[in-house]
T-cell receptor, first 112, second 115 residues
Framework: GENVEQHPSTLSVQEGDSAVIKCTYS??????FPWYKQELGKRPQLIID?????GEKKDQRIAVTLNKTAKHFSLHITETQPEDSAVYFC???????????FGSGTKLNVKP | GAVVSQHPSRVICKSGTSVKIECRSL??????MFWYRQFPKQSLMLMAT?????????EQGVEKDKFLINHASLTLSTLTVTSAHPEDSSFYIC???????????FGSGTQLSVL
């Protein structure tokens, strides 16, 4: 099945700086790559996603890039704010219908 | 986005008892739902795929007799942790795919504590 690896496991940035989280996947058949933000004790919230027919997608301060050849995708957060502090998970869909595989998570800490 | 409701949000039970967790898709029909387990500071571990009208598909290493899944309708899947033990204590969370955009949405999770 699909194997998704995520780095770094923890990331600490100063407020206003940018943060980048990277993921790689193993199954070239994967076509959909969502990113989730999870605050402590709460549900993961979908923040942005990208499909394999595009290389980049942006939504205000958040962007995702995808390199299908290299099988990696990244989350970019610009002008970080303390409320961006959370755990972020990347995911990739698998061969089975709508089955998702998650990365190990990145704990982002934005220092005021 | 789509709304996935999960209840209860927190449950404390004695060792040996069974606990049922409900996952509902409130504004859409979900033929497939997923159940995850999450340990503190760790990722989401897929336990099983719940299929409406048929048996659930369990991931390797997950005991199907321990974690009973029932997907009796297009809007409801239940996970029953049978004969719970302290090692079953964890955060359990369900998810469902919203058919109109094929995006995955999560329930609010259930924190299970077995004494």
């Amino acid at each position: 099945g699909e194997n998704v690896e995520q780095h770094p496991s923890t990331l600490s940035v100063q407020e206003g700086d940018s943060a980048v989280i990277k993921c790689t996947y193993s199954d070239s058949a994967s076509n959909y790559f969502p990113w989730y933000k999870q605050e402590l004790g709460k549900r993961p919230q979908l923040i942005i996603d990208i499909r394999s027919n595009v290389g980049e997608k942006k939504d205000q301060r958040i962007a995702v890039t995808l390199n299908k050849t290299a099988k990696h995708f990244s989350l970019h957060i610009t002008e970080t704010q303390p409320e961006d502090s959370a755990v972020y998970f990347c995911a990739a869909d698998g061969l089975n219908f709508n089955k998702f595989y998650f990365g190990s998570g990145t704990k982002l800490n934005v220092k005021p | 986005g789509a709304v996935v409701s999960q209840h209860p949000s927190r449950v404390i039970c004695k060792s040996g008892t069974s606990v049922k967790i409900e996952c509902r898709s409130l504004d859409f029909q979900a033929t497939t739902m997923f159940w995850y387990r999450q340990f503190p500071k760790q990722s989401l571990m897929l336990m099983a795929t719940s299929n409406e009208g048929s048996k659930a598909t369990y991931e390797q290493g997950v005991e199907k007799d321990k974690f009973l899944i029932n997907h009796a309708s297009l809007t409801l899947s239940t996970l029953t942790v049978t004969s719970a033990h302290p090692e079953d204590s964890s955060f359990y969370i369900c998810s469902a795919v919203y058919p109109s955009n094929e995006k995955l949405f999560f329930g609010s999770g259930t924190q299970l504590s077995v004494l």
